[in-house]
């Protein structure tokens, strides 16, 4: 499955959770146009995110803990995704990602980032604030 896609499906979960479908997989317990609503709500939240990433950064970041914790690691264990670039994994792209250290992360010291939002129930937090949305304006992050 296309990341884009799972991403897609794992907050389309979180904010409708489980619904109801009938043998031909149409929604009953909720209006089939809401389902396609979210899945393009979370769709745009997918873009809005891999346009703030800095995809140099983010691979210059994930080369510099492989090759501290792991460099005899092969590049990746799946057979069917093998990775392009050289003396890099999955793991450490991953760490990469969520790395919330402004500077040079000390991977020695510190060889996960932060994941302190998982219990995090964004939807409803969404919900709750949506009520305080201002106008649309310019936002440097604004592709
Ligand atoms: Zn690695």
Same mark, same amino acid.
């Given at each position: 499955?296309?990341?884009?896609?799972?991403?897609v499906?794992?907050?389309?979960?979180?904010? @409708?959770?489980?619904?109801?479908?009938?043998?031909?997989?149409?929604?009953?317990?909720?209006?089939?146009?809401?389902?396609?609503?979210?899945?393009?709500?979370?769709?745009?939240?997918?873009?809005?995110?891999?346009?703030?990433?800095?995809?140099?950064? @983010?691979?210059f970041?994930?080369?510099?803990?492989?090759?501290?914790?792991?460099?005899?690691?092969?590049?990746?264990d799946?057979?069917?995704?093998?990775?392009?670039?050289?003396?890099?994994?999955?793991?450490?792209?991953?760490?990469?990602? @969520?790395?919330?250290?402004?500077?040079?992360?000390?991977?020695?010291?510190?060889?996960?980032?932060?994941?302190?939002?998982s219990?995090?129930?964004?939807?409803?937090?969404?919900?709750?604030?949506?009520?305080?949305?201002?106008?649309?304006?310019?936002?440097?992050?604004?592709?």
């Open positions: 499955m296309p990341n884009r896609e799972a991403v499906r794992v907050l389309t979960q979180d904010v @409708l959770g489980n619904q109801r479908r009938n043998g031909r997989r149409q929604y009953e317990s909720m209006p089939p146009s809401a389902h396609h609503d979210m899945l393009d709500a979370a769709a745009a939240i997918v873009e809005r995110a891999a346009g703030a990433v800095d995809w140099p950064r @983010l691979l970041e994930a080369a510099s803990p492989h090759a501290l914790l792991h460099p005899d690691r092969p590049a990746e799946d057979r069917q995704y093998p990775s392009p670039v050289a003396d890099l994994c999955g793991d450490c792209l991953r760490e990469a990602f @969520l790395a919330d250290d402004t500077g040079a992360q000390d991977w020695t010291a510190r060889p996960a980032s932060p994941r302190e939002h219990g995090t129930d964004w939807p409803a937090t969404v919900a709750a604030v949506l009520p305080h949305r201002a106008a649309a304006s310019s936002h440097p992050f604004q592709n």
